[in-house]
């Protein structure tokens, strides 16, 4: 079975600052590892995505982050934070083959002026 | 379409009603998902079609939900008897045949609020 843990459900950052959204999975076989966010009334965007291949993994707006096996975590990280990253952010995990999301519980970003 | 469109935004209902909500997916994505929000929660598998057929429904919660997709194109997700619980954003996202390119990144809607009261 798989599942995914997002650590912190809230993360305040003061703008400019580094973000760090943490993101633990498990799964008993090779994952595909997916970052989404969403912004207020609007459906889920993608951010990055990790299919097996290089292991950091750069997306759009600015955000990277890195698959590291021997820890089972994807943490997405941004150097400089911007107001207009505010949002929800969610982690997910699929298998090849069923391609059917598991969604980590979210983790709320707000960004100080 | 360009997107994943879904209808409607907004739903309220009473508790006991019977309520419809639809996607249409982008077009030629060959398989259709179907998620639950609740309030603080991440999206919860519900249903997932490839062509007309219902590959995987291990996520719909009782025998109250139903989704179909005869066509192959649009989805619709039905809920019989509605209960407080079921009030939610339900998301439908799309993406293309298994095996082609792109076939593990699902493309979202903005969802269909339902409030049951």
């Known amino acids: 079975a798989q599942s995914v843990t997002q650590l912190g459900s809230h993360v305040s950052v003061s703008e400019g600052a580094l973000v760090l959204l943490r993101c633990n999975y498990s799964s008993s076989v090779p994952p595909y590892l997916f970052w989404y966010v969403q912004y207020p009334n609007q459906g889920l965007q993608l951010l990055l995505k990790?299919?097996?291949?290089?292991?950091l993994v750069k997306g759009i707006n600015g955000f990277e982050a890195e698959f590291k096996k021997s820890e089972t975590s994807f943490h997405l990280t941004k150097p400089s934070a911007h107001m207009s990253d505010a949002a929800e952010y969610f982690c997910?995990?699929?298998?090849?083959?069923?391609?059917?999301?598991?969604f980590g519980t979210g983790t709320r970003l707000k960004v100080l002026a | 379409g360009a997107g994943v469109s879904q209808t409607p935004s907004n739903k309220v209902t009473e508790k006991g009603k019977y309520v419809e909500l639809r996607c249409d997916p982008i077009?030629?994505?060959?398989?259709l998902y179907w998620y639950r929000q609740s309030l603080g929660q991440g999206p919860e598998f519900l249903i997932y079609?490839?062509?007309?057929?219902?590959?995987?429904d291990s996520g719909l919660p009782n025998d109250r939900f139903f989704a179909v997709r005869p066509e192959g194109s649009v989805s619709t997700l039905k809920i019989q008897r509605t209960e407080r619980g079921d009030s939610a954003v339900y998301l439908c996202a799309s993406s293309p045949a298994p095996r082609s390119s792109g076939a593990n990144v699902l493309t979202f809607g903005a969802g269909s609020r339902l409030t049951v009261l």
């Open positions: 077009s030629g994505h060959t398989a």
């Open positions: 997910a995990v699929s298998t090849s083959g069923t391609y059917k999301y598991i």
């Open positions: 079609f490839q062509g007309t057929g219902a590959a995987d």
């Open positions: 990790y299919t097996s291949a290089a292991t």
